[in-house]
DNA sequence: AAGATTGTTGCTTA
DNA sequence: TTAAGCAACAATCT
């Protein structure tokens, strides 16, 4: 699923492809992805690429913003050469869900930008693309949390986030109105580095173990980003390159697998209705 | 074939 | 009053 890094490695991507260009049309194939008139976009240029939490924003002139989330199985697929006319694209090597064409039956929004096409696709329907002016976009980014590769994620801040709170750990990572841009891949791998079980409620951490935790949340979303994101399952570049972070998991979905620590077995519990993974002999409930 | 899965929202419960 | 728990959403996999 796009996290953070996921959403940062296409937004570099997807920044030397479209800066400075025009959209020129827009097709939406599902009205629930793209709610707003479509036509309120086209001709507008696109002045920046940006990335809050797991959003993605297109800011165009005129103050108003493209709010892409891509949810859990959200694509942005770049072709900087399409077929003229409205015959598929063919490409170059198979995709899972995806397929060998462009669009595929998982295409829910094409923007014709200069003279490339932008895919944006979502098999199970959950992402979206909002079209908002620069007030709503403030006030729809406030709620989220703490960034964690700004320098405001202090251990004080993190602290503050983490009192009050007697849910587990792993539950306040992922809860974007307290840091943003956590997903379960980097919660699980995060609180794995730290030794710390998922389990715990948040205000029962000492302050050694949230500064531990905070270091390592900005370790395994480095080393995502470096990476180039975790193609586990849908996410892929625009360009249909997949990323390799996956080939790096320490517990993400490797229950019954041994620890390349101490060699116990690692385990899934569920937590807020969610697979969580962790070492039993490296995170101790304590 | 029913149930689990996944991020987020919005409703219900405590 | 507010935190926490959970159904719902869509599609796929088991």
Redesign the pocket.
């Known amino acids: 699923?796009p996290?953070l890094p996921e959403v940062e490695t296409i937004r570099r991507q997807l920044k030397k492809a479209i800066l400075n260009k025009k959209i020129t049309k827009v097709e939406v194939l599902?009205k629930?992805q793209f709610p707003q008139n479509p036509k309120l976009v086209v001709g507008k240029i696109i002045i920046a690429v940006e990335r809050r939490?797991?959003?993605l924003i297109i800011k165009l002139t005129h103050q108003k913003n493209l709010i892409i989330?891509l949810?859990?199985?959200g694509q942005l697929i770049w072709q900087s050469n399409p077929p003229a006319g409205g015959q598929k694209i063919k490409l170059k090597r198979v995709i899972?869900?995806v397929g060998e064409f462009l669009p595929s039956?998982?295409t829910r929004v094409i923007l014709t930008i200069g003279r490339g096409k932008l895919f944006f696709n979502e098999?199970?329907?959950?992402g979206w693309i909002k079209l908002l002016t620069n007030v709503q976009l403030d006030k729809e980014l406030q709620?989220y949390g703490i960034e964690p590769f700004r320098k405001d994620f202090d251990q004080k801040s993190f602290a503050k986030a983490l009192t009050?709170?007697?849910?587990?750990i792993k539950?306040?990572l992922?809860?974007?109105?307290k840091i943003a841009?956590?997903?379960?891949?980097y919660?699980n791998e995060s609180l794995y580095l730290s030794k710390i079980h998922p389990a715990m409620?948040?205000?029962t951490l000492n302050a050694k173990q949230v500064n531990g935790l905070r270091e390592n949340i900005i370790k395994v979303l480095k080393l995502g980003l470096k990476y180039g994101g975790a193609s586990d399952?849908y996410y892929i570049h625009p360009d249909t390159t997949r990323g390799t972070y996956q080939n790096h998991f320490s517990v993400y979905?490797k229950s019954g697998e041994s620890c390349r620590k101490c060699r116990s077995i690692i385990k899934?519990i569920?937590l807020?209705?969610?697979?969580?993974y962790f070492c039993p002999g490296c995170q101790k409930a304590e």
């Open positions: 699923m996290e599902s629930k939490a797991k959003l989330h949810k859990l199985s899972p869900t039956k998982s098999m199970r329907k959950f709620k009050n709170t007697r849910r587990p539950t306040v992922l809860d974007q109105e841009g956590i997903g379960n891949i919660a409620p948040a205000n399952e979905g899934r569920s807020g209705g969610r697979g969580t």
